[in-house]
């Protein structure tokens, strides 16, 4: 016998001539095979009966380079083909991948798989999100340059994912630290800054006073202090990057109502956004009457009151106060604490040129995030008490006429107009300006984000003395990072340190300048990504509108919860600017969500919060306890993580498992959006292997039906046998409506699979001459393999070539010549939908089944014409007759009918 490997060849090979008119398979397949039993699978030449350990072994290892082949081979290029984009959050190259990633993307790769057996155009790529801070930690603490311990981790991070059996679309494939991808992040920086949405101001920022340098949140321990030098971590002023994502906060916030399909998620969207009520306007500064060219921005929850502004308050903890400002001086001199203190500083309206003076009002409540809002005595009882107190001076500027109409005095044009259409013409006229204006919340920050990093996007601006921040020219991109050595993380950021990159030309006069030494946030990279992957070659712009617009939005985005607001905001930030840029034709970018919960681990941890290994715990008793102090355990689930010993390594449960068990596993333990407690000694991983043995027993079963020298002969079935086969392709029917209901609506994976196992319990529960002879049975079983191929490719791959050897086969509508994975999706059967001719009518008397009666279905719904029917009807003769009848109710969705009758 050959290997199977040159068997499987030349099976192909066969098959390939019998489509151009070779020889027929069938005859083929007895002059070669005489054993009908055999497969392509085993080496012996016989299929095996039994799916054992080794079996799972030897599938896994000949069908995983096999269906990776079958999916580098689909085109993309049919456009006519209606599309579906699968996303799934890329990952950051920490070096190895946790069961969190093996979850996401096992969803990922099972949604496309659907999709592309259903007739689309599929897309699932994948990358990486390669720019952060542990890619620096790791060059100071390794002597290592994040650039090669990053390419590194990637590389062993594709194996891994390869490893899993997952088909990516990996020539899209994207990498944020790479120079071609964010060439095209500094650009969309550059537009944000000509749009006015790109500014810097001072912002506290952690400092470590012994290392001199910025500190992310995550290198400040619980006790406050630096992760390297253990110093107490200092709040201090230094000028940031901002991005204005206030200026989109309304859009945003009344796009989510286009977003039907965001379950769970709009309403974290739309908290984090708050109510868009107000807006904020631009202040200049002065001092003593002397223009100080500084700015001040505040808000008002009130804007179509603007003129009637007696003062702008400041709270005690404000910049101005404590931060760099030429204002500081006067501000602090002025400043008594637990006082509402007039200064000397004004601030003159930029829209309305009026100037009022700057207030710290220490008793003033600033809602939200602000610290910093504009006083108007006509709409606020706190304003009139403040600028009563401190004798200021202001208009009323709200007239209430006697019909309760509110309109605008002393306004200058807006005079006279509503307070409705005044806020509206107001802020706009503030947006033309370009001093405000855009409607937003008072809780709504704008996006900071500057990093004192070496390992992150170059911000593409250079300082120059005489003409202030000026853009890098677009045909100059990217800006570069230059190549640094040494990584101390002392001192300020690594880019100030190189001298030759820092020092450059202004772009503007030529003259001397400095390159911005900050780098971008990772979630700059982040928020635009799912655009590059329609393009991700284009060396020209982000990428084309045409494929922009023929793959976007993503139709479906998967991802962890803990990225619902902050990772999801700004993306969706980055789409609107984009399309008012009028880069894509739409404005959002996701259109469904489907945020999957964690995989938990089990923690043993003593009393003080050490965590213990599971080997430490005894657990022989009632109760968890240390195994050498005997001291009680507390246990949990909690998030895997190798500081809590509860973590699981993806390649050793595949080693033990298989590929499509931890598959299964994965997305039958649980709905996809709710956690998973990781626990092998659940029903859900014995289950998932019982199915599995039960789907390769079904094959066999059929294979050696069919292989029994016995044609099958559908006319030899007896009328019981065929009301079986009936059940049959009725219960097949409502299965493929319901899991493709599961894989298109809710994504419940967990229940599909549910519903596959009661499918293929019917099937092995069917006689041995319905399995022989009825196409319904051969339909199911195919039916069955087919639509779980996308969760368990490797065995549904064996045991379709084992059907795909089989004789007469009866159903001709699969493309037998064709692995599983290119099937069509089964579709329900037209006749299932269709409605009977005759109803069986239940009887009910007095809420007791009593049996059935045939009722037309036109008269189906009509109690009247029931009633009279089953008093005719023999059963009804029998248990009605003569008795006093009070009242019938008929059931038309359920088919019954219940008698109330006098006992």
Known sequence: MAPAWQRLDLYASLLRRQLKGGPDIIKWERRVIPEYTRSIYSATGKWTKEYTLQTRKDVEEWWHQRIKEQASKISEADKSKPKFYVLSMFPYPSGKLHMGHVRVYTISDTIARFQKMRGMQVINPMGWDAFGLPAENAAIERNLHPESWTQSNIKHMRKQLDQLGLCFNWDRE??????????????????????????????????????????????????????????????????????????????????????????????????????????????????????????????????????????????????????????????????????????????????????????????????????????????????????????????????????????????????????????????????????????????????????????????????????????????????????????????????????????????????????????????????????????????????????????????????GKEHAVMHLFYARFLSHFCHDQKMVKHREPFHKLLAQGLIKGQTFRLASGQYLRREEADLTGSAPVHAETKEKLEVSWEKMSKSKHNGVEPEEVVSQYGIDTIRLYILFASPPEKDILWDVKTDALPGVLRWQQRLWSLATRFIEARASGKDPQPQLLSSAEKAEARKLWEYKNSVISQVTAHFTEDFSLNSAISQLMGLSSALLQASQRVVLHSSEFEDALCALLVMAAPMAPHITSELWAGLALVPKKLCAHYAWDTVVLLQAWPTVDPQFHQKPDVVQMAVLINNKACGKIPVPQQVAQDQDKVHELVLQSELGARLLQGRNIKKAFLSPRTALINFLVQE
């Open 174 to 559: 994207i990498t944020t630290c790479s120079p071609e991808y964010y060439k095209w992040t500094q650009y969309l920086f550059i537009k944000l800054y000509e749009a006015g949405l790109a500014y810097q101001k001072e912002a506290l920022v952690n400092w470590d006073p012994v290392d001199e340098t910025v500190l992310a949140n995550e290198q400040v321990d619980e006790h406050g202090c630096s992760w390297r030098s253990g110093a107490k971590v200092e709040q201090k002023y230094l000028k940031q990057w901002f991005i204005k994502t206030t200026a989109y906060a309304k859009a945003m916030q009344d796009a989510l109502a286009d977003l039907p399909e965001w379950y769970g998620i709009k309403g974290m969207q739309a908290h984090w956004i708050g109510d868009c009520v107000g807006c904020h306007l631009d202040f200049a500064l002065k001092v003593d009457g002397q223009d100080t060219g500084e700015k001040l921005t505040a808000y008002t929850a009130t804007p179509e009151a603007i003129y009637g502004t007696s003062h702008v308050a400041i709270s005690p903890s404000h910049r101005l106060l404590h931060g760099h400002s030429s204002l500081k001086e006067a501000l602090q001199k002025a400043l008594i604490p637990g006082e509402d203190c007039l200064t000397t500083v004004t601030a003159v309206n930029m829209l309305t040129q009026q100037e009022v003076p700057v207030v710290i009002a220490a008793r003033a409540n600033f809602e939200g995030s602000l610290d910093s809002k504009i006083g108007i005595p006509s709409t606020s009882l706190e304003d009139t008490s403040l600028a009563q107190t401190l004798g200021l001076a202001y208009s009323a500027v709200i007239e209430t006429l006697p019909d309760g109409t509110e309109r605008l005095s002393n306004s200058a044009e807006f005079t006279g107009m509503t307070r409705q259409d005044a806020f509206l013409a107001l802020t706009q006229k503030a947006r033309g300006k370009r001093v405000g204006g855009d409607v937003t919340s008072d809780k709504l920050k704008d996006w900071l984000i500057s990093r004192q990093r070496y390992w992150g996007t170059p911000i593409p601006i250079v300082h120059c003395a005489a003409c202030g921040p000026v853009p890098v020219p677009l045909e100059d991109l990217p800006v570069t990072l230059p190549n640094i050595t040494s990584f101390t993380g002392k001192g300020g950021s690594p880019l100030a340190a190189a001298s030759e990159w820092v020092n450059c030309s202004c772009p503007r006069c030529q003259g001397t300048a400095k390159r911005e030494t900050d780098t971008m946030d990772t979630f700059v990279d982040s928020a635009w990504y799912y655009f590059r992957y329609t393009d991700p070659q284009n060396a020209h712009s982000p990428f084309s509108t045409t494929l922009a617009d023929y793959w976007m939005p993503v139709d479906l985005y998967i991802g």
